[in-house]
C-alpha cells in the first residue's frame, strides 16, 4: 500500500508531493491508512469551504493505493481529519520530496 | 459608500430572491437593520445573526461590509501580536500590545512593525481607516505550528509560520509578505473576490499588488527603483531563487531541484488550467501582477499614486465576487477613463499593458 500526499496552495503556492509505502509508517498509522482504504464510503471527499475571506491556506489531496483499490481523499487545513492530519503530517516529515 | 445606501440596495436586490426557493424569514430584513442600528447591544448581536443568515443564504457580498455598523469606529492603529508557542492553536499567548516596547523574538517585532507599515500606507495614500475602514484591529500569531512553512490569512487575522530553516526562513522577514496577507483582509471586506480560478487569482494578485507597494512607500522607491518581488529573502541560501514571485517577470523567481521552477505565468497564452491550488490562484495571478508592473513603469513615479489609486478604486468600488481577468482589464481603464481623463496616458497605459499581458480590453460603454 502506498501513500501520495499532495500540498499546494501556501502563500508560496509551491506544490509538494510526496510519497511513502505503508510498511514505512507507524504502526498507528498504517491503521489510519487501512481504515481510509478500505472505507467504501470514502472515494472523494470535496473540499468544505474555508472561512469567509480566508486565503493563502494549504489544500491537500491524499492517495491511498492498495494494489488495484484507489481511494483519494481532498480537503484542505481547516477540514482535516486529525488523523489525517498525522498521517500527512509524518510523510510530510519523513519522505523526499517526489 | 454610506452603509444607509448599501442597506437600499439589498432592499432593491430583495425584490429579486427566487421565488422557488423556499426561504423564510420570521423577521422582516429592514427590522433586523433597524436593530442593528439602534438596538441594544444583545438585540444587535440578534438582528445580526438574523441577518448573516438571510445574507448568507442569498450569496450576497455586502453582508461583510455591514457588519462594522454594529461596531464602534476607532481611529487607531491597534495591533496585537501573539504567540503559538509552535502548536496550531489560535490565537496564542498574548505578547505585545499597541504602544508596548519591542520584546520578545524578532519576529514579533517585524510582525508588530510591519503591521503598522501597511496600516500607514492605506491611512495615507487611501484615507483607509484600517482592514474594515473602521479601525479594525490588527491581530497577528506568530510561531505558528511546527516548521511551519507558510503564512495566512484565516479570515480574522495574520498568522505566520518560522520556516523549516531547510527552504523557508521565519515569514514576518518580508514586509510585502505581511502588506499581502492584511490586503486579503482588505479584499475580504471590498471586492470579496471568491478564492478560486480567476477570481481567486485576482484576490491573490491584489494581495501582491499593494505587498509590494506597502514595501515601496516604506522605503519611498519609485517604481522603476523597485524590486516587485514577492517575499524577496524568505528562502535559505540551501534554495535557488530570490523571492516567491516576480511581477515583472512571472516565472523567473525561483528554480530549483527540491522546489522546482516558479510556474508563474506573465501572459494569457502560458495561463495554467489546475485544479490544485484552488484552481491556480497562486500561479495564475502572475498575469495580472505583470499588468499593473507594466502600468506602474509606464507611468513613472511612485506606483501608488497612479496604477495604485487606480487598482484601488478596482478593488473597492467595482470589482465584485467571481469577476474575472477581462473583468479586471475593463474595470481598471474605465477607471482611469473616470479618474484622468479618457483617451489619457494613464488610460492607453492600462490598455496598453493589459494587451502585453495577452488581454484586448472590451469597452463597456
Keep these: 500500500m502506498r501513500i501520495t500526499v499532495e500540498r499546494s496552495g501556501g502563500l508560496a503556492g509551491i506544490r509538494i508531493s510526496k510519497e511513502m509505502d505503508a510498511k514505512d509508517l507507524p504502526s ?33 489531496k491524499i492517495s491511498i493505493q492498495d494494489g488495484t483499490n484507489l481511494r483519494v481523499v481532498e480537503c484542505n487545513q481547516y477540514n482535516i481529519d486529525d488523523d489525517l492530519k498525522s498521517l500527512v503530517k509524518y510523510i510530510e516529515k519523513n519522505s523526499k520530496y517526489e | 459608500m454610506d452603509f444607509r445606501n448599501r442597506f437600499d440596495v439589498i432592499n432593491r436586490e430583495s425584490q429579486f430572491v427566487n421565488p422557488g426557493i423556499p426561504i423564510c424569514f420570521i423577521i422582516p430584513e429592514y427590522i433586523n437593520k433597524k436593530i442593528i442600528d439602534k438596538g441594544s447591544k444583545k438585540q444587535k448581536e440578534q438582528a445580526w445573526k438574523n441577518l448573516i443568515l438571510t445574507e448568507q443564504l442569498r450569496g450576497r457580498r455586502l453582508v461583510t461590509g455591514l457588519m462594522s455598523s454594529m461596531f464602534s469606529v476607532s481611529n487607531k492603529l491597534d495591533r496585537t501580536i501573539f504567540d503559538a508557542e509552535n502548536t496550531e492553536n489560535l490565537p496564542g499567548t498574548l505578547v505585545r500590545r499597541e504602544g508596548e516596547k519591542p520584546k520578545g523574538a524578532k519576529t514579533v517585532s517585524e510582525a508588530y512593525d510591519y503591521s503598522g507599515s501597511t496600516y500607514n500606507f492605506y491611512k495615507d495614500v487611501f484615507k483607509r481607516n484600517s482592514i474594515d475602514t473602521r479601525g479594525m484591529k490588527l491581530d497577528s500569531t506568530v510561531h505558528y505550528g511546527e516548521e511551519y512553512n507558510n503564512a495566512f490569512w484565516n479570515g480574522t487575522q495574520m498568522v505566520y509560520g518560522d520556516g523549516d530553516g531547510e527552504i523557508f526562513q521565519r515569514f514576518t522577514k518580508s514586509i510585502d509578505v505581511i502588506g499581502h496577507e492584511l490586503t486579503h483582509g482588505v479584499t475580504q471586506y471590498e471586492a470579496a473576490l471568491e478564492y478560486e480560478g480567476q477570481a481567486g487569482a485576482l484576490n491573490e494578485s491584489f494581495s501582491d499588488v499593494f505587498g509590494s507597494l506597502v514595501k515601496q512607500y516604506a522605503l519611498k522607491q519609485r517604481a522603476d527603483k523597485a524590486d516587485w518581488l514577492i517575499g524577496a529573502g524568505l528562502f535559505t541560501n540551501k534554495i535557488k531563487g530570490v523571492a516567491l514571485r516576480s511581477m515583472k517577470e512571472p516565472g523567473s523567481a525561483y528554480n530549483d531541484p527540491t522546489i522546482g521552477k516558479d510556474p508563474q505565468p506573465g501572459h494569457m497564452k502560458n495561463y495554467v488550467n489546475t485544479s490544485s491550488d484552488n484552481g491556480g490562484v497562486h500561479i495564475n495571478s502572475g498575469i495580472p501582477n505583470r499588468a499593473f508592473y507594466l502600468i506602474a513603469i509606464e507611468l513613472g513615479g511612485y506606483a501608488w499614486q ?56 472590451i469597452a463597456m460603454k
Design chain 1, 28 to 60: 498507528a498509522l498504517i491503521r489510519t491508512a487501512k481504515k481510509i482504504a478500505e472505507d467504501k464510503k470514502v472515494f472523494l471527499i470535496i473540499m468544505k469551504s474555508p472561512p469567509r475571506g480566508a486565503a493563502d491556506h494549504f489544500t491537500y
Design chain 2, 306 to 361: 497612479k496604477a495604485g489609486k487606480i487598482w484601488y478604486i478596482a478593488l473597492t468600488e467595482r470589482l465584485r465576487e467571481s469577476s474575472n481577468f477581462q473583468k479586471a482589464a475593463n474595470i481598471t481603464y474605465e477607471v482611469a477613463g473616470t479618474v484622468y481623463g479618457k483617451t489619457s496616458h494613464e488610460q492607453n497605459a492600462v490598455k496598453k499593458a493589459w494587451d502585453q499581458v495577452g488581454i484586448k480590453i
